[in-house]
């Protein structure tokens, strides 16, 4: 089989994939980065009376028309507390920000513009006719449509939704992803390790990919190398209702490497494998029903790479989040060799030149197995296939591993 290009890889894997339309309702506050599935309306109206926006003095602005009107206080209107009653000519009351403007008044002085007399204050500003009040539904109006379906929830949506008065959400269900690690040779974290056997880490990094992506995890733990077992936590999968099963390891064609045709015996079919593109060319894309199949490769740089470029924008597709915007260009720090027919994904710092020009400058060591390169690197720079060689100064793609660096 040829390789198959990165970018056509993506297309093939994507253009197969439906956002999930299940719905459930989750409470307020857990609300977060989940996604509506149906517009919000307000339940009523915000203010729900004419609010004083400050500290001071409700009145009628046409008893102060000039600095130095003198007032009667009658009354207090504070937040949850209002002033029963109307204010008449010559009248005033003492007000707080929030609290509700009686009746009669259509103005509020602030109180650092007010002068206190016996029984009263005394203006000493222009009013202006309004100031100082927030009318009622001055923010949103009862059955007003405020959030539309689709809206990605955050703190300001979460605010304005509570504000609306609604305690839950209609929501699309997130995406389940079930983690398959396999090999004889793998052991939990902190487990005492015989002489040829090796920590299964990749499952750790790829849940939190799928977290961020807005995914639940599935973990389906470690199995041997052995057909029957791959097969039973398939089925554990299966009738989890996973929407991608996730396999680590195991999916090439040597004689240990049983995952491909154990998933093919199973029912899967399968779309394609072997990718032009350097770490992670035995990556396996296929489907179980409805379900999406992607198998990793073992190696964790490779596995990791793989999981960014493929798995990460399948599972925000299902969620109906935006894809995240890794790709940058920056300038390389050192020449870069000319390329192979596989596309590279090499492991970089990134630092800002004096100029201020963001710099990217490549590990000298780019193994698939060194997960601690990868751990201090900031960015993948991106070698097309058969790029010729580019000298240092140059402009090059990057994929961002921490997007917030370049803001």
Same mark, same amino acid.
Not at 184 to 200: F, H
């Given at each position: 089989?040829?390789? &198959?290009?990165?970018?056509?890889?993506?297309?093939?894997?994507?253009?197969?994939?439906?956002?999930?339309?299940?719905?459930?309702?989750?409470?307020?506050?857990? *609300?977060?980065?989940? $996604?509506? =599935? =149906?517009? &919000?309306?307000?339940? &009523?109206?915000?203010?729900?009376?004419?609010?004083?926006?400050?500290?001071?003095?409700? %009145?009628?602005?046409?008893?102060?028309?000039?600095?130095?009107?003198?007032?009667? /206080?009658?009354?207090?209107?504070?937040?949850?507390?209002?002033?029963?009653?109307?204010?008449?000519? *010559?009248?005033?009351? #003492?007000?707080?920000?929030? !609290?509700?403007?009686?009746?009669?008044?259509?103005?509020?002085?602030?109180?650092?513009?007010?002068?206190?007399?016996?029984?009263?204050?005394?203006?000493?500003?222009?009013?202006?006719?309004?100031?100082?009040?927030?009318?009622?539904?001055?923010?949103?109006?009862?059955?007003?449509?405020?959030?539309?379906?689709?809206?990605?929830?955050?703190?300001?949506? /979460?605010?304005? =939704?509570?504000?609306?008065?609604?305690?839950? &959400?209609?929501?699309?269900?997130?995406?389940? $992803?079930?983690?398959?690690?396999?090999?004889?040779?793998?052991?939990?974290?902190?487990?005492?390790?015989?002489?040829?056997?090796?920590?299964?880490?990749?499952?750790?990094?790829?849940?939190? %990919?799928?977290?961020?992506?807005?995914?639940?995890?599935?973990?389906?733990?470690?199995?041997?190398?052995?057909?029957?077992?791959?097969?039973?936590?398939?089925? #554990?999968?299966?009738?989890?209702?996973?929407?991608?099963?996730?396999?680590?390891?195991?999916?090439?064609?040597?004689?240990?490497? %049983?995952?491909? !045709?154990?998933? $093919?015996?199973?029912?899967?079919?399968?779309?394609?494998?072997?990718?032009?593109?350097?770490?992670?060319?035995?990556?396996?894309?296929?489907?179980?029903?409805?379900?999406?199949?992607?198998?990793?490769?073992?190696?964790? $740089?490779?596995?990791?790479?793989?999981? /960014?470029?493929?798995? @990460?924008?399948?599972?925000?597709?299902?969620?109906?989040?935006?894809?995240?915007?890794?790709?940058?260009?920056? @300038?390389?720090?050192?020449?870069?060799?000319?390329?192979?027919?596989?596309?590279?994904?090499?492991?970089?710092? /990134?630092?800002?030149?004096?100029?201020?020009?963001?710099?990217?400058?490549?590990?000298?060591?780019?193994?698939?197995?060194?997960?601690?390169?990868?751990?201090?690197?900031?960015?993948?720079?991106?070698?097309?296939?058969? =790029?010729?060689? %580019?000298?240092?100064?140059?402009?090059?793609?990057?994929?961002?591993?921490?997007?917030?660096?370049?803001?």
């Amino acid at each position: 089989m040829n390789l &198959l290009p990165v970018t056509e890889a993506q297309g093939r894997l994507l253009g197969h994939a439906k956002p999930i339309s299940d719905v459930e309702t989750v409470s307020l506050a857990d *609300g977060d980065r989940r $996604v509506l =599935a =149906a517009g &919000l309306t307000a339940r &009523l109206t915000q203010p729900p009376f004419n609010a004083s926006a400050m500290d001071g003095y409700a %009145l009628r602005r046409e008893d102060a028309p000039e600095p130095g009107a003198e007032l009667k /206080l009658i009354g207090t209107s504070a937040a949850g507390h209002a002033f029963d009653g109307t204010v008449g000519k *010559g009248e005033t009351i #003492r007000i707080f920000t929030g !609290a509700p403007v009686p009746s009669g008044a259509d103005s509020v002085l602030l109180q650092e513009d007010a002068e206190k007399i016996d029984g009263g204050i005394r203006t000493k500003y222009p009013i202006r006719q309004g100031q100082h009040i927030r009318p009622r539904g001055q923010d949103f109006n009862e059955n007003e449509a405020v959030l539309a379906a689709g809206t990605v929830m955050d703190f300001t949506r /979460l605010t304005v =939704a509570a504000a609306m008065n609604h305690a839950s &959400l209609d929501v699309l269900r997130k995406p389940i $992803v079930a983690i398959l690690a396999t090999g004889d040779e793998l052991l939990t974290p902190g487990s005492d390790l015989g002489p040829s056997q090796i920590v299964a880490s990749n499952t750790f990094g790829i849940g939190a %990919l799928v977290h961020n992506a807005g995914g639940d995890v599935l973990d389906l733990g470690i199995v041997p190398d052995d057909k029957v077992a791959i097969t039973a936590a398939v089925r #554990r999968a299966q009738a989890a209702g996973a929407d991608v099963i996730v396999t680590l390891g195991g999916a090439s064609v040597g004689d240990h490497d %049983l995952v491909q !045709a154990t998933l $093919v015996a199973a029912g899967m079919t399968l779309d394609f494998w072997k990718i032009a593109m350097r770490p992670g060319k035995p990556l396996m894309v296929g489907s179980l029903g409805s379900t999406h199949v992607l198998g990793l490769p073992g190696n964790p $740089v490779s596995s990791l790479v793989c999981a /960014l470029l493929f798995l @990460e924008p399948l599972v925000r597709k299902l969620a109906s989040l935006p894809p995240v915007k890794r790709d940058a260009m920056v @300038e390389t720090a050192v020449s870069l060799a000319s390329n192979d027919q596989r596309q590279d994904y090499v492991r970089a710092k /990134l630092a800002k030149s004096s100029s201020g020009m963001w710099l990217a400058e490549p590990f000298g060591k780019q193994d698939s197995s060194m997960m601690k390169v990868f751990a201090h690197a900031d960015c993948l720079i991106i070698r097309p296939p058969h =790029a010729p060689q %580019l000298p240092a100064g140059s402009p090059c793609p990057v994929m961002l591993l921490r997007p917030e660096l370049l803001g």
